[in-house]
């Protein structure tokens, strides 16, 4: 079993809907949850982190975790073309070297 | 502020020719360092990191060696390039944070990636 599964996709939706980005772990060890977004031939850029469980909230994103499921999850309200790019999940037990689990990435497409 | 600079940007090499990607990083001191290779489909695989100068772990025994000469520099290399070394190439690094408090980045910063084709 992976440490970290995230569903590949891809995922279109209309302009304006509301996504959800899920990621599901095994490690109860995950204390720091973070979500990248990567567009295409570019490096990932961190977009969101989150500290143990609860939500955060950035404009139009949200960042939620349940640890007692082990599942996090992004949602992006008022979807826009600019968010087309792929969405990895990434989390660590701890900060320092090494440590940082990887989702496959999703692959979302918002068609204007 | 803290920046991440990797090159070529795209690179269309031979069968058997050597290789060498470099990154650097400024803004910041004794940082992780790491070199990542992203497949389509199969997301982020770790192929060397390193905490310090001269310390260098790999994750996947391949064709290829990484070695940090400098504090801030990470260099990818390979002697002999195999179709298979094909692939989108990332740099990153972090910082130990352990023990500070505030908001801080618990993440790592990427470079914006090398293209490589081997041809």
């Known amino acids: 079993q992976k440490e970290v599964e995230q569903d590949p996709g891809p995922l279109s939706v209309p302009e304006g809907a509301i996504v959800s980005l899920n990621c599901t772990y095994s490690?109860?060890?995950?204390?720091?949850f973070m979500w990248y977004r990567q567009y295409s031939r570019k490096g990932p850029e961190l977009l969101m982190y989150?500290?143990?469980?609860g939500n955060k909230e950035d404009g139009r994103f949200t960042a939620q975790v349940d640890k007692s499921s082990k599942y996090i999850s992004l949602f992006i309200r008022d979807s826009q073309p600019s968010d087309s790019a792929t969405y990895l999940c990434?989390?660590?037990?701890?900060?320092?070297?090494?440590?940082?689990?990887f989702g496959t990435g999703t692959r979302l497409t918002v068609i204007p | 502020s803290q920046t991440i600079h990797q090159w070529p940007a795209t690179l269309v090499q031979p069968v058997g020719s050597p290789l060498s990607l470099e990154c650097t990083v400024e803004?910041?001191?004794?940082?992780?360092l790491y070199w990542y290779r992203q497949a389509a489909g199969r997301g982020l695989q770790l192929l060397f990191y390193?905490?310090?100068?001269?310390?260098i772990s790999s994750e996947v025994p391949q064709n290829l060696s990484a070695s940090r000469p400098q504090d801030r520099q990470f260099i990818l290399s390979s002697k002999k390039l195999l179709l298979s070394d094909s692939g989108f190439y990332l740099c990153?690094?972090?910082?130990?944070?352990?023990?500070?408090?505030?908001?801080?980045?618990?993440?790592?910063?990427f470079g914006s990636g090398t293209r490589l084709t081997v041809v």
């Open positions: 989150t500290y143990s469980s």
């Open positions: 990153a690094w972090s910082r130990d944070l352990t023990g500070t408090g505030g908001a801080a980045n618990y993440g790592y910063t």
């Open positions: 990434a989390m660590s037990p701890q900060t320092g070297a090494n440590n940082l689990f």
């Open positions: 390193s905490v310090g100068i001269g310390q």
């Open positions: 490690n109860s060890a995950f204390q720091y």
């Open positions: 803004g910041t001191s004794n940082p992780n």
